[in-house]
């Protein structure tokens, strides 16, 4: 069975400062790995994803993650955060029969 | 990218009535749509798997003849509580695939059952 875990609930940067949230996974073959963001009410928007190639994915909104194959890792960074990337973020994996497990989402906050 | 629009956004019903809740894709056929639920602050719990011209597919624990799922046209699915009661309150969000695999959501849908 695949799995994904954000170890930590919630994470508070301060604007303009790095910003990173953590993502481990497990699953059987190649992972494809996404990262999700939710706003208030709203559903998913998708952020980003690795499937092959290069292990540092750019995606929108200037996020980018590493996939790191021996770590089972895919954290979320972002150089220098805004207030406005204040969401919920969510980790996602997907096994080769399409089906995508998320991890319970992490609570970021950017403070001015 | 690919559009998902879920309507409606929000409904309130009353305990005893059933709701339907509409997922379509915009600008592309999806063959699969996945329907989730959400509890406050928790992560998005896979409900069922929906494939157009054939019987969903429920995650264990999920009651289908609450959950009646209807995959109709490559456009377009359909969740419907049946005999909706409070503790079906919740978020419930869609979601289809656009080949090779990425997902795409819709807005979601507040049900709330008095």
């Known amino acids: 069975a695949q799995s994904v875990a954000q170890p930590e609930d919630q994470v508070n940067v301060a604007e303009g400062n790095p910003l990173t949230v953590k993502c481990t996974y497990s699953?059987?073959?190649?992972?494809?790995l996404f990262w999700y963001v939710q706003y208030p009410n709203r559903g998913l928007q998708f952020l980003l994803k690795?499937?092959?190639?290069?292990?540092l994915v750019k995606g929108s909104y200037g996020f980018e993650a590493e996939f790191n194959k021996s770590q089972t890792s895919f954290h979320l960074k972002k150089p220098s955060a805004l207030v406005s990337d204040s969401a919920l973020y969510f980790c996602?994996?997907?096994?080769?029969?399409?089906?995508?497990?998320f991890g319970d989402g992490t609570t970021l906050t950017v403070k001015p | 990218g690919a559009v998902v629009s879920q309507h409606p956004s929000w409904v309130i019903c009353k305990s005893g009535t059933s709701v339907k809740i509409e997922c379509r894709s915009l600008?592309?056929?999806?063959?699969?749509m996945f329907w989730y639920r959400q509890f406050p602050k928790q992560s998005l719990m896979l409900m069922a798997t929906s494939n157009e011209g054939s019987k969903a597919t429920y995650e264990q624990g999920v009651e289908k003849d609450k959950f009646l799922i209807n995959h109709a046209s490559l456009t377009l699915s359909t969740l419907t509580v049946t005999s909706a009661h409070p503790e079906d309150s919740s978020f419930y969000i869609c979601s289809a695939t656009l080949p090779p695999g990425e997902l795409f959501f819709g807005e979601g849908s507040r049900l709330t059952v008095l």
């Open positions: 690795y499937i092959t190639g290069d292990n």
């Open positions: 600008d592309f056929q999806a063959t699969t």
């Open positions: 996602a994996v997907r096994s080769n029969a399409g089906k995508s497990t």
């Open positions: 699953v059987s073959g190649n992972p494809y």
